[in-house]
Nanobody, 111 residues
Framework: QVQLVESGGGYVQPGGSLRLSCIASGFIFKLSNMNWYRQAPGKQRELVST???????TYIDAVKGRFTISRDNAKNTLFLQMNSLKPEDTAIYYC?????WGQGTQVIVSL
């Protein structure tokens, strides 16, 4: 079955960086568009970034210039490099493909 396992979250001060990873299995990763979502406390889950099978990337305005999505098809792994983190980036971050979701990884940005 499809499995998406995120890692790399944690606690970081404003201005810091984190790199999230998502290891995928159970489907043909290189043929799947991949997404990162996040859900902040008390808010709806939102799409943060997408990378297509061809490597085209999109971002919400709130993270443009700070976050970079990438993929390693040889390792079935999706990444999200997050720089210049802000308190408003605090959320649980989820990897998503098709109708499948990972369990999420918590990111907390605070002094």
């Amino acid at each position: 079955q499809v499995q998406l396992v995120e890692s790399g979250g944690g606690y970081v001060q404003p201005g810091g960086s984190l790199r999230l990873s998502c290891i995928a299995s159970g489907f043909i990763f290189k043929l799947s568009n991949m997404n990162w979502y996040r859900q902040a406390p008390g808010k709806q889950r939102e799409l943060v970034s997408t990378i297509t099978t061809g490597g085209t990337t999109t971002y919400i305005d709130a993270v443009k210039g700070r976050f970079t999505i990438s993929r390693d098809n040889a390792k079935n792994t999706l990444f999200l490099q997050m720089n210049s983190l802000k308190p408003e980036d605090t959320a649980i971050y989820y990897c998503q493909a098709g109708s499948s979701w990972g369990q999420g990884t918590q990111v907390i940005v605070s002094l």
